[in-house]
């Protein structure tokens, strides 16, 4: 039974891939917060214009992102619709968290990933925690980390 239990709790905590899945919820808040920190939704202005909610960037020889139609000004990308930024979105910034971008690390708190990804990171940051309702100094894989809970198990006999 111990064995069990502790299975369900490891398959749980650390899915199939043996790390946390990022939270649904939390990465469709935090997106939505670093867009309103880009400027997406306000007209005229080249997040909103390129279909780009992340304001993300590329260049030349890069493989392009699904979803990509070219790169416009200053590197930044324009996308065919809204849908496939906010996609292209979610996707980076579960990179992110799970350490597989280049110029971040899993562990970075949301102010070193300012300084990183935006120009203007004073006002970006502010805008980004205040949304949130956390600190600058959680790391972005802890933020995006599920709540999981064992609630489900109340009811059953799990003694051991």
């Given amino acids: 039974m111990r064995k069990?239990?502790?299975?369900?709790?490891?398959?749980?905590?650390?899915?199939?891939?043996?790390?946390?899945?990022?939270?649904?919820?939390?990465?469709?808040?935090?997106c939505h917060a670093i867009a309103h920190a880009e400027g997406f939704g306000i007209p005229h202005t080249i997040p909103t214009r390129y279909h780009n909610p992340g304001d993300l960037k590329s260049r030349p020889g890069l493989t392009?992102?699904?979803?990509?139609?070219?790169?416009?000004?200053?590197?930044?990308?324009?996308?065919?619709?809204?849908?496939?930024?906010?996609?292209?979105?979610?996707?980076?910034?579960?990179?992110?968290a799970e350490g597989t971008r280049k110029h971040y690390v899993a562990h970075s708190s949301i102010a070193q990933l300012s300084r990183v990804y935006a120009q203007r990171w004073q006002p970006w940051l502010r805008i980004v925690t205040k949304e949130l309702g956390v600190p600058g100094s959680i790391p972005i894989n802890e933020y995006l980390k599920p709540d999981y809970s064992l609630d489900f198990l109340d009811g059953f006999c799990y003694t051991m």
């Fill in 64 to 96: 392009p992102l699904p979803g990509q139609r070219k790169i416009g000004k200053a590197g930044h990308i324009v996308f065919v619709n809204d849908e496939a930024g906010w996609t292209a979105l979610r996707e980076y910034l579960t990179g992110i």
């Fill in 4 to 30: 069990i239990l502790l299975t369900i709790a490891f398959a749980l905590l650390f899915g199939s891939a043996g790390w946390a899945q990022v939270d649904a919820q939390k990465l469709d808040n935090l």
